[in-house]
C-alpha cells in the first residue's frame, strides 16, 4: 500500500491517515503494534496512545504497547509531550543515568511511528503532511522540522488542525457554506470558521477560506490535572507526600481513565493503592459533580470566549453567527456531553456533528497532503522589540497584526533603523510572535508536570514564565543582518525597511541604506509565521 501520509500528533492520542486516490479521502492508518480500535460510529479508528516508555537495555514501548504491559503509570513513561513541547517546559526525568525531556521523548515516540508507517507504506521521498495547533508557535514548527530531518524526511507539510478538520468531515461540506470547527483535544481548545469555496471559484485548488480563528491552551490533560488535585483535595492530602509521590502516576492514570469513563457513563470510581504501606487513595465521581468541577474551573466560561472570539473575527470578514449551517466537533473531550450540550444549547442541536470527533483532522491532513489548499491568514501579532528610552525597559511595534491576509502587496509595515552607538557596523532587527496572555482568575496558575523522581507535581507558574510562553523571539539566532558600511553613527537613521508577507507566509524585508541610497535587500525572507 502507498500514498500520501499524514500525522496528527495529539496530547493524549496520535493518528495516521493516508490519502486514498481511488475514494478521493484520507483513510486511517493502523499499526498493529502500537494503534488500538476504536468504534466511531459504524467504522473502527485506529487510535495510538501518545506515550513512551523507556524500558531496560535502551528498549521503548510505544503507544498501545504501553498499555498493554501496564506500564502508563511507570515513572519511565512520558505522556502528554505535546503539551510539554508547546511550553517548552523545563521538565526532565532521570532514565538510566540519561535525562529524558519531553522534546527527546516527543522525538523518538514521533520518529518511531515515522518509520514504521513508512516501512508499511513502503514511502520513498515522498512528501509528510502533520497538523499543529491553531496556537502553535515557531519553536513547536522547528520542532516537528527537526525531527522529520532525524527521521530522514525532507519534504513536509504544516497544516493547522481546526481547518484539517473540516477536510476531514467532508461528507458534510458543502461548498458555498461557513462552517465551525470546535477542536478539543488532549492539549488544546481551539476553534476555527471556514468558508468553502465553489468549486468554479477556488483559486489554485484551494477549497476552503479561514474566517477567523481563536485558541486556548486548555485541555483534556487539563481536565485530568483538575481531578487529581480533587482527588488529593478530598484525601486531605498533598503531592508532595512521600507515599503519594510513589503513586502519583497511577492515580493521574485513574483521572483520565474517570474523564474518558464520564463521558458515556453516569459514574466512576477511581482507588490506588501504594504498595510499600497499603494506604489507599479512592474517590468517587458522579456526571454532576464532574460537570461542578469543569464549571469550578470555568471551562465553559472559557469555550464562550474561544467561541467569541472566532466569530468576532468572522463577523469583522462579513459572516456573522447566522451564517454558520455547521458545526463539527474533534478531539477525544469533544465527547464530554456536557460540552455537546453547550455548542449545543448555543448554535442548535441539528447544526452540531461529533460523529468524527478521533479521525477528522488526520483525514483532513492527508486531504490537504493530495493537494487539496485553503485560503488562509496571519494567525498572531508580530511585533519588533525596541528599547523604550523614557520607560528604561523593553517595549513592543506591531508589524503584522494578528488576521492580516496573505500575501500582501502592499508594506505592512515601515521603519528607520537607528545606530545604538558610534561605529556600529551590524543593525538588526528582533522580531517577535506574540500570543494571548493566560486568562486572569481567583485561581493560581499552575502546571502538572513530573519531576525527576517521575513523580507528578502541582508547579505554580511565575508571571514571567506565563509571559515568556505567550512571545517567542522568531530571530534570536540571527539578530542582526544589516551591514552599515561605512560604520553607522549614534542616534543615526541607517536603514528604511518596509515588511510584506509571501505566499509562503514569510515575513519579507525591503532595506535600503539611507546612507549610500542603495538597496541592501529586497523581498528578503526574515521568518516563517504562523
Known sequence: MTGRLAIDFGTSNTVLAVWDADRKEGIPLHLPEYGRQFQQGDETVSVIPSLIHYAAGGRRWIGNQVGQRTLAHSRYTFRWMKRYISHRSPMRVQVDGQEITPFKAGQDFLSTLLLFAAQQLDLHDEEIALSVPVESFEHYENWIANVLASAGFQRYRLIDEPSAAALGYGAHILPGNVYLIFDFGGGTLHTAIVLMESEENAAAGKRCRVLGKAGRSIGGTTIDQWLFSEVL???????????????????????????????????????????????????????????????????????????????????????????????????????????????????????????????????????????????????????????????????????????????????????????????????????????????????????????????????PLTAQEMEQRTQFWMNEQQPTFLQANPPAHQGEPRFEVEFRVDANKRLTINARDLHTDRWVYQDYPVVKLT
Request: overall charge negative; some cysteine.
Open 233 to 459: 483535595h478530598q484525601a486531605n492530602r498533598r503531592d508532595s507526600d512521600e507515599d503519594i509521590r510513589r503513586i502519583s502516576g497511577a492515580i493521574l492514570v485513574e483521572c483520565e481513565r474517570v474523564k474518558e469513563t464520564l463521558s458515556f457513563q453516569e459514574e466512576a470510581g477511581l482507588s490506588v493503592s501504594d504498595a510499600e504501606t497499603g494506604a489507599r487513595i479512592e474517590a468517587h465521581f458522579d456526571r454532576r459533580s464532574f460537570e461542578a468541577l469543569l464549571d469550578r474551573h470555568e471551562l465553559f466560561t472559557e469555550i464562550h470566549q474561544v467561541l467569541r472570539s472566532a466569530l468576532n473575527a468572522a463577523r469583522e470578514r462579513g459572516y456573522d453567527e447566522d451564517a454558520i449551517q455547521a458545526v463539527l466537533m474533534v478531539g477525544g473531550s469533544s465527547q464530554i456531553p456536557a460540552v455537546q450540550q453547550a455548542l449545543s444549547q448555543r448554535f442548535g442541536r441539528d447544526k452540531v456533528f461529533f460523529n468524527r470527533p478521533l479521525d477528522a483532522i488526520a483525514r483532513g491532513a492527508a486531504a490537504f497532503n493530495a493537494g487539496v489548499d485553503f485560503f488562509d491568514h496571519i494567525q498572531h501579532d508580530y511585533a519588533i522589540r525596541y528599547v523604550d528610552p523614557h520607560q528604561g525597559d523593553y517595549a513592543y511595534r506591531m508589524i503584522v497584526p494578528q488576521g492580516t491576509p496573505y500575501p500582501t502587496q502592499d508594506p505592512v509595515a515601515r521603519l528607520a533603523v537607528k545606530a545604538s552607538y558610534d561605529g556600529q557596523q551590524q543593525l538588526g532587527i528582533a522580531i517577535f510572535e506574540m500570543g494571548k496572555a493566560a486568562r486572569s482568575t481567583a485561581e493560581p496558575n499552575v502546571e502538572l508536570v513530573f519531576d525527576p523522581g517521575g513523580a507528578a507535581r502541582l508547579i
